[in-house]
C-alpha cells in the first residue's frame, strides 16, 4: 500500500467527454453572427483553453476576427448558453467512476483542477452525480490564474488537503503538461481527450489510452 497520494484531473477531455455539449454553445454564438457550424471533429481539438479561446478558434477556422466588445459580448453569450444545456450529451469517459472507486479505496484524494470556470466546473460534475467523489474543484477563476501557471495545481492540492510532493497529475493537453512540469508533478497523460499537439508528443511521464489503465499508471508513478 502506497502512502495516500492527491490524483488531480484536468475535466473536459479528461474526466468527461465534454466535446458535445460545448461545441453546440459554439455553434449557437457562430449561428447567431450569421455564421456556419464547426463540424464536430474539427471542432474537439480547439477544446482546453476555457471559453473565450474556444471562440477565438471558430472565428479563426472561418477567417474572422472580432472587436473586444464583440468577443466579451460573445463569451458572455456562449457561459449562459452552456451553463444551461452543460450537460446534454457530455458524459464521463468510460472506466472512470470504477478508477475513482479504486482510488477512494485506496485512500487518496481526487481533486479537480481545471481551465473551465469553476462555477460551470461544479454545476457540470453535479449534473454527471460525481462532485462528491472531489475533495476540491478550482477552475482558472477560482486563483485567478490558468493552467499551465503552476500556482492553480499548487492550490488545487492545499485545498484538497493534500501535499504536492505526494501528487499526480492526470489530463489531456499541453497545460496539464505544462502546469505539472512548472510544479514539480509528475504527469499521466490521455490520449482520448482534446489537443491540437498529440499528447505523446509532450511526453509525460505514464501514457494511457484508456481510464482502465488508470490505476495502474497512478500507483506505477507512486512506487517509482
Known sequence: ????????????GTLVDTAPDLISA?????GREGLPPVPMQSARNMIGAGARKLIERGLEAEGRTVS???????TADFIAYYADHIAVESRP???????LDHFAAQ???LAVCTN?????????????GLSRRFAAICGADTFGVPKP??????????????????????????PDVGVAR???VPVIGVSFGYTDVPIADLKPDRLIHHMSDLPAAASSLMTA
Open 93 to 99: 469517459f468510460e472506466g472512470l467512476e470504477a478508477a
Open 182 to 184: 512548472r510544479a514539480g
Open 149 to 174: 501557471d503552476p500556482t492553480i495545481l499548487r492550490e488545487t492540492v492545499a485545498r484538497a488537503g493534500g501535499q504536492l510532493t505526494a501528487s499526480i497529475m492526470v489530463g489531456d493537453a499541453g
Open 107 to 109: 485512500g487518496h484524494r
Open 26 to 30: 459554439l455553434n449557437h454564438v457562430l
Open 1 to 12: 500500500m502506497t502512502s495516500p497520494h492527491t490524483i488531480v484531473f484536468d475535466l473536459d
Open 116 to 128: 473551465k470556470l469553476e462555477w460551470l466546473s461544479k454545476r457540470l460534475l453535479d449534473q454527471l
Open 68 to 74: 473586444l466588445a464583440d468577443m466579451n459580448r460573445m
